[in-house]
């Protein structure tokens, strides 16, 4: 796929963007464009150590494969709006954003992928529910190991549940299930940095059903299994 004038555009205006990573891949997963947030994050000095590689070639194994694998779902028309993940980059601690892709077409095919990533910033501390909030925070940071609906988070915060979805969202720039998920998958991660706690026990910890619910809201918010993240864990 041959650059155009368009994309190279886009690339400098998000190079101006610290807490934004931007990329476009063609559809073999190679990077054709990308801003210099994501080349520093890689750990590269120059965005031609990037450009024609794969997720695969500049992520950790088995990271950039999943990547990729993500990648193609959306080549066959897989639409990813507002998805919370966990980034991994070497040398730097896991960060939280919301990701978008969509499939880049042109004269109606489908010749790659275009996304951003955008780092979670700071709360809202000034909206009008603010202090409910974060009481409702605060009550899942507490209990984030218990079957917690967000119609009782609704309640206990003194809202209805489409009150507490729109306050959330402007707030925090994400749902109640997303910010409890957040919690769960951050304890986990701690949690799998010590051995001695089994996989099956973590998901317990962190309230998930049974080991299967775990893996799979792990793998769908950090890429990887748990198990992979623990013995990726020494090579970030």
């Given amino acids: 796929m041959q650059p155009s004038l368009p994309a190279l555009e886009m690339q400098k205006l998000f190079d101006a963007l610290p807490d934004v990573v931007f990329f476009i891949k063609d559809r073999e997963g190679r990077y054709t464009h990308c801003n210099l947030t994501l080349v520093r994050r890689l750990g590269r000095q120059r965005r031609a150590e990037v450009i024609g590689r794969s997720p695969a070639d500049v992520f950790p194994l088995p990271l950039g494969g999943n990547y990729m694998a993500q990648d193609s779902r959306v080549l066959g028309g897989e639409l990813i709006d507002n998805q919370l993940e966990v980034h991994l980059y070497p040398n730097r601690l896991p960060g939280w954003c919301l990701t978008f892709k969509r499939p880049l077409v042109e004269?109606?095919?489908?010749?790659?992928?275009?996304?951003?990533?955008?780092?979670?910033?700071?709360?809202d501390g000034k909206h009008s529910a603010i202090k409910r909030l974060n009481k409702v925070v605060e009550y899942m940071q507490s209990h984030y190991d218990e079957n917690i609906r967000v119609q009782d988070l609704a309640a206990f915060a003194g809202l209805s549940l489409a009150q507490l979805e729109r306050h959330f969202r402007r707030v925090?720039?994400?749902t109640p299930q997303q910010q409890l998920t957040k919690i769960r998958i951050d304890a986990a991660m701690r949690l799998?940095?010590?051995?001695?706690?089994?996989?099956?026990?973590?998901?317990?910890?962190?309230?998930?059903?049974?080991?299967?619910?775990?893996?799979?809201?792990?793998?769908a918010t950090v890429g990887i299994t748990p198990r992979e993240y623990r013995a990726l864990r020494g090579k970030l």
């Fill in 107 to 123: 004269a109606g095919e489908v010749v790659g992928v275009v996304g951003v990533s955008r780092d979670l910033g700071q709360p």
């Fill in 192 to 219: 799998l940095h010590d051995d001695d706690n089994s996989i099956a026990s973590i998901g317990v910890q962190c309230g998930f059903s049974d080991q299967s619910a775990f893996a799979r809201q792990f793998k």
């Fill in 172 to 174: 925090f720039q994400f």
